[in-house]
């Protein structure tokens, strides 16, 4: 029942099915209305009374009428036969008498009573079909200035569409209960579709939360009167409809039915956004009335608020107020004075006052402004800067001398980091240094070990020995450099070199290394050489690690591409290889000290190759990243290009 | 055979470094202190030394600026002290040459052989407007030999006339296409790369550590040179 309720197919089938109820109702009540006759005449049959033939009395005194008027130029005899032939009692059921009605005397419009109104009014009878015996139905009928005085004959004489109406309304009239039963089941029918599509409004799917459609979203204010707008449009379209279509019924019954579903369509959606909760909140008014009031209570917090402020900060508030309030009441006594008969004295007064109050102000903004800009200069690090305190007001003063103070406590601090930074590096130097020397003794008794000529196990023992120790050499030197490196205590002199010519002069040094490993180099780059800001040695170091990674990881037969390019005032260099096992780290976790891409450490090496690489590339003003797609290794450095930095 | 002092606090280096030279066929002298290698060079006839730099009482910086004042016997400092500064210092206090620590013992056996050489047999030589001399390596470019130290290195033509351009301007550095123009006649065109492989092989005939370079450097991102003598 309730995924009956909630399906989208369902709801239209009971909107339409209201929609046909609704007509159907609507159908059944005009029959019923016209057939019980509310003006029924004693011996008459009931659809003299009935508002079937009172409309189609009106229809054919309308045509009677238009005929007239299309052929009053003929002389009256004439038209007399014309119309006995057109509108005789065997052509129509209507008999009528065209009148014309005159006014005598004057058009006065003072108020006569209307019995002498009356009494001046004369009547001319312009033609006349003919008056039937008895008539069913008598009515005057207006048209301009002609009045139509209408008879249907009782019995009906003619086969016209009196004659039809009346057959198809005694056929109903026998009928009612019948109809009546059919408008009690359509009102039954209209009320439960509307119950039901009501309580299903705003449900849909399977979910139990009142979802709201385009339309419910859609503000109701604005929602109700679009709809009643189109409403007022159906009903006005009505009149046109009927007389000019012919189709009566149709348009009887279709205009109310769709004015019933526009107005059911309301119903619903007020139904689901009541169902929703807030049904108010989204209309224009309300959401008007929210931002008005939303304007008004920030401005009142602001100035309560401001209030506050001022009230909170007494002491400031009191001095800046006093002089204010003083400056205005010298004012007011030089004003005095001059309109008091002082004259020029006061006004000359007056002029050097304020001529001295405006250069206190000015005084006052550039000390402002110095303060502002001295914290300025501290935030972006330049933390000696000290504000110039001259023909500075007290306030400003100390509150200058305490910026410089946090200048200080601030380069205190930066140097501390120095310092300590400093001191690691030496440490790990000194330590570096004191480990060496054991090392220098393992390292040769080891070479005298081996040249012993030593056979089976021991050899192997020596061996791991060997390599080992060689390790533990590599390891200390790298360690040193790495930290001296991040710490900047490398010597730098950055000069003009070139990276091509560099790139090459690597390979030649990599050319047996290279050709082990079976690896092919392809370098790309311009035909002109580019020159970069770097200390040639240093770059050698980072270019030198790379490739040292770039054997040691590469797939066998493999190629090493080189790519060197501009771009902007940078010069990239770009090493991309395929890696021979699976980077199975993240690639920026490689650049961290001792990370390697192999986590089984099988192969030798420090693992801070890219940690040096890095710290170099940064001391000389460059960038350094590395990614991994997939197998391909990539190492990106970028340094600013030679002529660009000078 | 000559006589070599040497001088650390650390007695297993010492022990080892007596194994490696001894077995060379020097005679070996012991010290453990700056002040014990200076009086051993008082009361012996010693021809080389080989000197750490951190050591008690004396260290090997002061003890080398001491022994300057009367000998001029070449003297190598051995130390864990890797820094250029510290090379640089030691090499103006006096000493020849310099080999860090941990050290090669082949590298230190070459090294004590070089200066040996220098210092034993090579004297003032008459020099001939044809033969560059600069340090231990010497060309001479009518009989198209190379010596180092003394002894021949062979090399083949290519290497020669590379080390020979070179030579010529000493100190002045030579980009790789210049280099290649002027040795194969041609244009470099991509080509670069087969002079930085020439000169590694250059080097690692002419040079005791082929990775730290005393005659033919590289300068990184220009080119090569040879090192001006002093």
Redesign the interface.
């Known amino acids: 029942m309730n995924r009956l309720r909630q399906s989208v197919t369902a709801k239209t089938i009971a909107a339409l099915l209201s929609a046909v109820f609704f007509a159907g109702a609507l159908i059944g009540a005009s029959i019923l209305t016209a057939v019980s006759g509310i003006y029924v005449l004693p011996g008459e049959s009931a659809y003299y009374g009935s508002t079937w033939c009172y409309d189609k009395t009106v229809e054919i005194a309308g045509e009677v009428a238009l005929w007239y008027y299309a052929n009053d130029w003929m002389d009256e005899s004439a038209l007399s036969a014309e119309a006995r032939e057109r509108f005789g009692p065997d052509k129509t059921n209507l008999g009528f008498r065209l009148i014309v009605e005159e006014r005598s005397g004057p058009d006065t419009f003072d108020s006569g009573s209307a019995a002498t109104q009356e009494a001046q009014r004369s009547e001319t009878v312009l033609l006349e079909s003919y008056i039937p015996e008895r008539a069913g139905f008598h009515m005057r009928y207006h048209y301009a200035d002609l009045v139509v005085e209408c008879y249907v004959s009782s019995p009906l004489t003619a086969a016209d569409e009196f004659w039809e109406d009346k057959n198809i309304f005694d056929r109903l009239a026998a009928e009612q209960d019948m109809i009546s039963l059919l408008l009690g089941v359509c009102a039954a029918g209209l009320l439960v579709t509307v119950v039901v599509l009501c309580l299903s409004a705003g449900r849909r799917g399977d979910s139990a939360e009142i979802t709201l459609n385009g339309l419910d979203r859609v503000p109701l204010d604005f929602y109700l009167l679009a709809d009643g707008l189109f409403i007022v449009f159906l009903i006005s379209t009505i009149d046109g409809l009927f007389y000019g279509t012919g189709l009566h019924g149709v348009v009887a019954v279709i205009i109310p039915t769709l004015c019933y579903l526009m107005g059911l369509a309301a119903l619903l959606t007020i139904a689901a956004r009541a169902k929703a909760g807030g049904i108010f909140k989204n209309t224009l008014v309300y959401r008007s009335w929210r931002t008005l009031y939303g304007g008004i209570k920030r401005v009142c917090s602001a100035v309560t608020d401001t209030a506050g402020m001022i009230v909170k900060n007494a002491r400031v508030t009191f001095k800046a107020g006093f002089a204010f309030i003083a400056a205005q009441l010298i004012n007011v006594c030089l004003a005095a004075g001059f309109f008091t008969g002082g004259g020029p004295f006061f006004f000359f007064l007056g002029a050097i006052f304020n001529f001295l109050l405006l250069a206190g102000l000015c005084v006052i903004a550039v000390n402002l402004q110095r303060l502002q800009d001295g914290a300025k200069r501290l935030a972006e690090g330049e933390l000696d800067f000290r504000v110039d305190t001259a023909r500075m007001f007290a306030d400003f003063k100390t509150h200058a001398e305490r910026l410089g103070r946090i200048g200080e406590g601030m380069s205190i601090a930066l140097e501390q980091r120095m310092r300590s930074e400093r001191l690691k590096t030496e440490l790990i130097t000194n330590v570096s240094h004191d480990i060496k020397t054991p090392l220098t003794s393992i390292i040769n008794y080891v070479d005298l070990l081996d040249k012993e000529s030593l056979t089976g196990q021991p050899q192997e023992y020596v061996e791991v020995l060997k390599r080992q120790s060689a390790r533990l050499r590599k390891l200390t030197e790298d360690l040193v450099e790495a930290s001296k490196a991040s710490a900047g205590m490398v010597n730098l002199s950055l000069e003009k070199t070139g990276v091509c010519e560099l790139l090459q002069q690597g390979l030649g040094e990599y050319e047996e290394k290279l050709a082990q490993g079976n690896l092919e180099t392809v370098i790309t780059a311009p035909e002109a050489e580019l020159y970069v800001m770097a200390d040639g040695r240093l770059l050698w170091r980072v270019i030198d690690n790379l490739l040292n990674n770039a054997c040691k990881y590469s797939l066998p037969g493999t190629r090493v591409y080189f790519n060197v390019y501009r771009l902007d005032d940078q010069v990239g260099i770009l090493i991309k290889n395929i890696s021979k096992e699976r980077l199975n780290i993240d690639a920026d976790e490689l650049m961290e000290r001792f990370v390697r891409g192999d986590a089984s450490r099988a192969t030798e090496g420090s693992g801070l190759g890219l940690n040096i690489a890095r710290s170099l590339v940064e001391l000389m003003k460059g960038s350094f990243s590395i990614s991994a797609d997939g197998d391909l290794f990539k190492a990106h450095i970028r340094l600013p290009c030679w002529a660009c930095s000078l | 055979m000559p006589n070599i002092l040497i001088c650390d606090d650390?007695k297993?280096?010492v022990a080892?470094?007596r194994?490696?030279l001894g077995s060379e066929g020097y005679r070996i002298f012991e010290a453990y202190t700056g002040k014990g290698a200076i009086e051993t060079v008082r009361r012996e006839d010693i021809h080389l030394i080989l000197m750490d730099i951190?050591m008690p009482e004396l260290d090997g910086i002061k003890a080398t600026a001491r022994l300057r004042e009367d000998y001029n016997i070449p003297i190598i400092l051995l130390t864990?002290?890797?820094e250029?500064s510290d090379k640089i210092l030691g090499l103006n206090i006096g000493a020849d040459d310099y080999i860090t620590?941990?050290?090669n013992?082949v590298e230190v056996i070459a090294r004590v052989k070089s200066q040996l050489r220098r210092y034993v047999s090579l004297g003032g030589m008459a020099k001939k407007s044809s033969v560059f001399r600069i340090g231990g390596v010497e060309l001479d470019d009518e009989a198209k030999t190379v010596r180092v130290d003394g002894e021949p290195a062979a090399l083949t033509p290519i290497e020669y006339n590379i080390l020979l351009l070179l030579m010529k301007s000493p100190g002045r550095v030579y980009?790789?296409a210049q280099i290649y123009e002027q040795v194969w006649n041609e244009s470099a065109y991509g080509s670069?790369?087969a002079?930085?492989?020439h000169?590694?092989h250059l080097r690692e005939k002419i040079e005791i550590n082929p990775s730290e370079p005393r005659y033919l450097k590289?300068?990184?991102?220009?080119?090569?040179k040879f090192e001006k003598e002093g």
Request: zero cysteines; glycine letters at 6%.
């Open positions: 650390e297993d280096i080892a470094l194994i490696y951190m864990a002290k890797s250029d620590k941990p050290f013992p980009s790789s670069e790369n002079v930085a492989v000169i590694r590289v300068v990184w991102g220009l080119g090569y």
